[in-house]
């Protein structure tokens, strides 16, 4: 089945950038896209951006503009997610998640917990 | 950006009691609407889809209705395995904004 196992915790200075990755194994990778989502400690989801493979073009949310890029890599199936001029508000746990449909996901994978700290 | 509110923000209840968590959307958004379940250190799991329809596995204790701006999520009959926290997410148009949660604890 379609597993989706992303990259290690990482600690960062503010100001620095940081890439997440998400590698995905079983099924076919360009026809999903692939959805990043982020929670920061003892708060909600909050949808960042999505990636459309097999068109390589993304969409991202407002809140992220101009400081996220999500990009996938269909020679290796992995999605990454970078996100620069990191904030001590940035502090939390990535999630990349493939949609059944539309926006339905219902593959995730296990989260990368990001501390931003100087 | 449509805004989904969730209510209530937590609820206590006991092993055993039927218990109903609503979600709002600021405009119609049809049944595009998604139901997950997400406890301590783990990824959320969908639960229902397309405001009614049950994910396959998940017991059928879970239900969900609505359409247009009102939804639900009710749980018949609370099990331990069930405490945990709920959101709501939009399917219908980007960006796919979740609810802020529910989080269900024991009584």
């Known amino acids: 089945q379609v597993q989706l196992v992303q990259s290690g915790a990482e600690m960062k200075k503010p100001g620095s950038s940081v890439r997440v990755s998400c590698k995905v194994s079983?099924?076919?990778?360009?026809?999903?896209?692939i959805t990043w989502v982020r929670q920061a400690p003892g708060q909600g989801l909050e949808w960042m951006g999505r990636?459309?493979?097999?068109?390589?073009?993304?969409d991202y949310a407002h809140n992220f503009q101009g400081r996220v890029t999500i990009t996938a890599d269909k020679s290796t199936t992995t999605s990454y997610m970078e996100l620069s001029s990191l904030k001590s508000e940035d502090t939390a746990v990535y999630f990349c998640?493939?949609?059944?449909?539309?926006?339905?996901?219902?593959?995730w994978g296990q989260g990368t917990k990001v501390i931003v700290s100087s | 950006d449509i805004q989904m509110t969730q209510s209530p923000s937590s609820l206590s209840a006991s092993v055993g009691d039927r218990v109903t968590i609503t979600c709002r959307a600021s405009?119609?958004?049809?049944?595009?609407l998604n139901w997950y379940q997400q406890k301590p250190g783990k990824a959320p799991k969908l639960l229902i889809y397309?405001?009614?329809s049950l994910q396959s596995g998940v017991p059928s204790r879970f239900s969900g209705s609505g359409s247009g701006t009102d939804f639900t999520l009710t749980v018949s009959s609370l099990q331990p395995e069930d405490f945990a926290t709920y959101y709501c997410?939009?399917?219908?148009?980007?960006?796919?904004?979740f609810g802020r949660g529910t989080r269900m604890e024991i009584k």
């Open positions: 079983g099924g076919t990778f360009s026809t999903h896209t």
């Open positions: 397309g405001a009614s």
């Open positions: 405009q119609s958004i049809s049944t595009y």
């Open positions: 998640a493939r949609p059944a449909d539309r926006g339905t996901f219902d593959i």
């Open positions: 997410q939009q399917s219908y148009s980007l960006p796919y904004t």
């Open positions: 990636v459309i493979p097999v068109l390589g073009t993304a």
